[in-house]
């Protein structure tokens, strides 16, 4: 049997750079997926990644070893995306939770279906340029829940906020989600007689 | 259930959330209702859509070989991580050490003539011949610094940084130095089993009594050294040894440059020492008891032949007592 991210946590704290060697691998898929789908861009995916590792080798000391490592790794990879972020934008991030999905209500998405206007990989392109402009706390909910593939229990403890608000969360960020595609499609093919009503 | 609860529903079903009979109670209404029918796929399809990784980059085994290399060179920036925030403070301070290091100078200058005759010298290191050692003012000092170490210090662990690399080491001459409580100076304390290769080792000639070395280690890429000690009252002290090249040495500006001449340095008090070693006294750090205490740090350049050392004594004991030992390092080969 594999030994525990946790065993191996113990491990690297007593100075075994072998065992810190194995989490890396275990973890940087995963974390480069993140960061990748956090910054848009592949080397500084790679580059936060490293930042993050780095950071989880520093401070293993503060590791709670009965806790799970898992969410532990994944809070310092959010943090450490969300602050590159703002290094990189610089500007006032504005609370969403409240009045962008207020917004969004009276908009009735249900009968328009922009899955099946576009071929595989033109879609899939959009849908992850449509996540990155989700505001930072949405994108991140749904890049933990679908890419990484967490549970909202995992993303709760990694976040620091309740399993209930994760769900809020998640639901918030694909009903976003889901305005901002059928918004672009519609930017992209006014004419074509896409606009389609009830 | 209606349209409206299926849709707050949608993505919990989706992700098979909820209980079965919830489900099943929307399975039927999604029987009857092909609009809530079209919702339930549609967000089903935009799951799996979200999920898409073939973009992704995959990060092999040379980037765990870049993580691990940035980690091994971690061992080596984290006593220099410490240094540059002294050294920011140094060249503000550039133009006073200046002056004082012009002064040493001509200090050593005067002094040092008559003592280029010892013998006993130990090549390139600082140096306290043992005439001085055993004489009084030594003496004079120790007392004053059972004294100090008396007085029961605030605990205070050595940084957290280091904690990663410490190993448990020299128990057993640990213990035996703490139940003896006056380890002799020179010969109390060994230093701890390093790991394998060649490398200089230093170690202070001068400990004061109670203290033992609790926690070494030492980095045989870069050749960095570190020791720490403590005594049972929570006192420590921490020794970084880096070797540096000559034109890092520069560029710190680094106002001490001990050539050889440690005779001088014994020969002059404390006071002397620390206007012309780096001292830095850090800012306080408050507790919660309130008792407060100061962690300092000492400075100093070995140059030894044609390899330099970048020596950072720091500690909760007094300035004082940490240019003691600063200038008491000596290597071991």
Redesign the interface.
């Given at each position: 049997m594999a030994t525990s991210d946790e065993s191996l946590a113990a491990e690297?704290?007593k100075?075994n750079?072998d065992a810190?060697?194995e989490l890396?691998?275990r973890y940087?898929?995963a974390i480069?997926?993140i960061a990748?789908?956090m910054v848009g861009d592949?080397d500084e995916?790679?580059d936060i990644?490293?930042e993050v590792?780095?950071k989880v080798?520093?401070n293993?000391?503060?590791f709670d070893s009965d806790k799970r490592f898992a969410p532990w790794l994944y809070r310092i990879a959010t943090n450490t995306c969300i602050s590159r972020l703002r290094r990189r934008k610089k500007v006032v991030l504005l609370n969403f939770e409240d009045g962008l999905t207020r917004q969004l209500e009276y908009q009735n998405t249900?009968?328009i279906?922009p899955?099946e206007r576009l071929e595989n990989e033109e879609?899939?392109?959009l849908?992850?340029q449509t996540?990155l402009d989700l505001p930072e706390s949405y994108r991140m909910v749904?890049i933990l829940?679908?890419?990484a593939?967490l549970t909202?229990q995992e993303i709760s403890e990694s976040l620091g906020i309740t399993k209930e608000n994760v769900?809020i969360r998640?639901?918030r960020a694909?009903k976003m989600?889901?305005t901002l595609l059928i918004s672009r499609l519609g930017e992209g093919r006014t004419g074509n007689g896409l606009q389609t009503g009830k | 259930m209606d349209c409206k609860q299926v849709s707050k529903l949608s993505l919990l079903y989706c992700d098979n959330v909820i209980s079965s009979h919830v489900s099943e109670e929307l399975e039927r209404h999604l029987k009857d209702c092909p609009e809530c029918a079209r919702l339930i796929d549609y967000t089903r399809r935009e799951a799996e859509v979200l999920r898409y990784d073939g973009d992704v980059p995959v990060p092999g085994t040379a980037f765990t070989e870049r993580v691990m290399e940035s980690i091994s060179k971690l061992n080596k920036s984290i006593p220099a991580r410490e240094s540059t925030g002294i050294n920011k403070k140094m060249r503000a301070l550039k133009p006073v050490y200046l002056l004082g290091s012009l002064a040493v100078c001509i200090l050593l200058v005067v002094v040092l003539v008559p003592g280029v005759k010892d013998s006993t010298r130990v090549p390139g290191l600082l140096h306290v011949p043992k005439s001085q050692t055993s004489g009084q003012p030594v003496t004079a000092t120790r007392k004053s610094v059972n004294s100090e170490i008396v007085k029961p210090l605030v605990k205070h662990a050595p940084s957290p940084d280091y904690k990663t690399f410490s190993k448990p080491v020299v128990k057993a001459k640990d213990n035996s130095a703490r139940q003896g409580k006056s380890a002799p100076a020179e010969t109390g304390v060994e230093p701890a089993p390093f790991t394998t290769g060649t490398f200089d080792l230093f170690t202070p000639a001068y400990i004061p009594v109670g203290f033992a070395l609790t926690k070494s280690q030492h980095d045989s890429n870069n050749n960095n050294t570190m020791l720490t000690y403590e005594n049972q009252t929570g006192a420590y002290f921490t020794i970084v040894v880096i070797p540096v090249n000559k034109t890092e040495t520069a560029m710190n500006s680094v106002p001490l440059e001990v050539q050889n001449n440690s005779k001088t340095l014994s020969n002059m008090d404390n006071q002397q020492i620390r206007s012309m070693a780096g001292v830095t006294e850090s800012a306080t750090i408050g507790n919660s008891s309130s008792r407060e205490q100061k962690i300092t740090t000492i400075v100093v350049n070995i140059e030894r032949e044609e390899s330099p050392y970048h020596v950072e004594v720091s500690g909760n004991l007094s300035a004082d007592e940490l240019t003691r030992i600063a200038s008491s390092i000596r290597s071991t080969e």
């Open positions: 690297v704290l100075g750079l810190f060697e890396v691998k940087q898929q480069v997926k990748y789908r592949r995916a790679e990644a490293q590792f780095i080798y520093n293993i000391h503060l249900d009968y279906d899955l879609l899939h392109k849908i992850m996540l749904i829940r679908y890419q593939d909202n769900e998640i639901h694909r989600l889901r | -």
